[in-house]
C-alpha cells in the first residue's frame, strides 16, 4: 500500500465546478506539497503546507495532521486548471525524503 | 531568470553504456534531488542532497549514482544502464530542505534499448 493517496485517480469536470482532490497518508509528516503537472510534462509547485490553510487565486488547499488528510480545491475551474495534481510528503523520522501520491488527472471541459 | 537545467531533454542509449545527466540550479538552493516517473507509480525520488558532499538514497537508488561536488550541480550517473532504467527523469532543487518549495527542472526522457 503506497504511504500516500490521493483520490480521485481521475477527474473530469464542467467549467465553473468546484473542484476537490483529496490526499491521505499513512506517517508522521513535516511538509505536504501539492504539485501541478502540466499536459506538456512541467512541474510546477502549488502550496507547501505544515498545517492549516493556503489559499492562491483561485486554488486553496487545506490540511489535517490529526486526520492524515489533506485537500486541493478549486474555485470557478477553467479548462487551464487541466493538468495532474501530485501530493508528496516529507516525513517527520529523521530523513529528508519526499514520498509521492501518483496524481490526479483533471480535465475541465469548457 | 531563476531556474533548473537538466540536459540532455531526450537520450536514446544501448544496454550497458555509461551515461550522466545534468543538474544545475541558478538559486544557491542547497536541497537537490531527482526523481524518476513511471506510469501508474507516479514520481520516485532516486536520491538527494542537503548540500555539497552530503547526499542520501531515496526510495529507488538501485543503479543509479550522484555527486555534489559544487552547490549549483547534481549530475546523475547510470553506470550501466538497463531498459527498467527507461523512465522519464526529473531534477529540483529548494532552499533549505523539502520543507519548502520545490523547484522542478524540465525533465529527461530516457530510453535504455
Known amino acids: 500500500k503506497n504511504e500516500v493517496e490521493q483520490s480521485p485517480q481521475n477527474l473530469t469536470a464542467q467549467e465553473g465546478e468546484f473542484i476537490t482532490i483529496n490526499c491521505s497518508y499513512s506517517v508522521g509528516i513535516s511538509a505536504l506539497h501539492w504539485l501541478q503537472q502540466h499536459p506538456g510534462g512541467g512541474i510546477v509547485s502549488l502550496f507547501m503546507l505544515s498545517s492549516g490553510k493556503k489559499k492562491h487565486g483561485r486554488l486553496i488547499a487545506t490540511i489535517n495532521i490529526q486526520e492524515k488528510h489533506s485537500s486541493l480545491h478549486i474555485t470557478a475551474s477553467h479548462p487551464r486548471d487541466s493538468a495532474v495534481y501530485i501530493c508528496?510528503?516529507?516525513?517527520?523520522?529523521?530523513?529528508?525524503?519526499?514520498?509521492f501520491g501518483t496524481g490526479t488527472r483533471l480535465t475541465i471541459i469548457p | 531568470e531563476a531556474q533548473v537545467t537538466q540536459n540532455p531533454r531526450y537520450l536514446i542509449t544501448v544496454t550497458g553504456k555509461k551515461l550522466t545527466v545534468t543538474c544545475s540550479q541558478n538559486m544557491n538552493h542547497e536541497y537537490m534531488s531527482w526523481y524518476r516517473q513511471d506510469p501508474g507509480l507516479g514520481l520516485r525520488q532516486i536520491y538527494y542532497?542537503?548540500?555539497?558532499?552530503?547526499?542520501d538514497k531515496g526510495d529507488v537508488p538501485e543503479g543509479y549514482k550522484v555527486s555534489r561536488k559544487e552547490k549549483r550541480n547534481f549530475p546523475l550517473i547510470l553506470e550501466s544502464p538497463s531498459p527498467n532504467q527507461t523512465s522519464l527523469y526529473f531534477c529540483?532543487?529548494?532552499?533549505?530542505?523539502?520543507?519548502?518549495?520545490?523547484?522542478f527542472g524540465p525533465g529527461t526522457r530516457l530510453t535504455v534499448l
Open positions: 529540483a532543487s529548494s532552499w533549505g530542505s523539502f520543507y519548502n518549495e520545490q523547484f
Open positions: 542532497s542537503m548540500n555539497v558532499e552530503v547526499t
Open positions: 508528496a510528503v516529507g516525513a517527520n523520522f529523521g530523513n529528508e525524503k519526499l514520498t
